[in-house]
């Protein structure tokens, strides 16, 4: 069955004090792994999609990373503004539905 | 421009009630989906349009109807709901579904907050 895990469920950082969040995942056939930025009452912010085992992208003071069985976002120095869930999800199924983990979130503090 | 719209941005309703959730995209984009999405859970797929066809609908109970006007309008009319189908209505777009190899990231919409009285 395929299935994606989040770790940690909530991760509270000191501003400037840089971490990673963890998404695991398992699929028969990665067709691409999609992380999101979800603020509260808000939809979920594309952010980035990688394909491939070794990929990496940035965009500002994150940088998401893909392994075979995970992915890791790099989060450099983090600003309140960062404060937020974040979710991954992969495609799953016959016509690649979105499978969520049940996200991060994150809190910096000033 | 990566834009989704919905209307309105939040809904009371009463059980009685017959409401209706509307999105649009100007992507050229030829997939849409409707999720749910309940307080500190991911968002749940209801429905997805391909084409403007209905393509996949996730056992969701008939009180939810969709309805696709045309490639950039999506639907979502509403009729005898619960109280346990209050939450946050999401709309989104892809490029085109997943097939084979191939998939699309989603571009989601503010979303609906949903209340039923």
């Known amino acids: 069955e395929d299935q994606v895990t989040q770790s940690p469920e909530a991760l509270r950082l000191q501003e400037g004090e840089s971490s990673s969040l963890n998404c695991s995942y398992t699929?028969?056939?990665?067709?691409?792994l999609f992380w999101y930025r979800q603020d509260p009452g808000k939809g979920p912010e594309f952010l980035f999609t990688?394909?491939?085992a070794g990929e990496e992208k940035e965009k500002e003071r994150l940088k998401a990373t893909l392994t075979k069985k995970e992915s890791f976002l790099h989060i450099t120095a983090p600003k309140p503004e960062d404060s937020a869930t974040y979710l991954c999800a992969v495609p799953g199924g016959s016509q690649g539905n979105l499978i969520f983990g049940k996200g991060t979130k994150l809190s910096v503090k000033p | 421009d990566t834009e989704v719209t919905q209307t309105p941005k939040h809904l009371v309703m009463g059980m009685t009630n017959k409401k209706s959730l509307k999105c649009e995209q100007h992507m050229g984009h030829r997939a849409m989906y409707w999720y749910k999405q309940k307080a500190k859970k991911p968002p749940e797929l209801m429905f997805v349009?391909?084409?403007?066809?209905?393509?996949i609908n996730e056992s969701v109970p008939s009180r939810f109807s969709p309805e696709c006007p045309n490639s950039s309008l999506l639907n979502l009319h509403l009729h005898a709901l619960q109280p346990e189908d209050s939450a946050l209505y999401l709309c989104a777009s892809s490029q085109d579904i997943g097939a084979g190899s191939v998939s699309y990231e989603q571009y989601f919409g503010p979303g609906t907050r949903l209340t039923v009285t």
């Open positions: 990688l394909y491939s």
């Open positions: 349009y391909s084409y403007e066809k209905l393509s």
């Open positions: 699929v028969s056939g990665l067709r691409g």
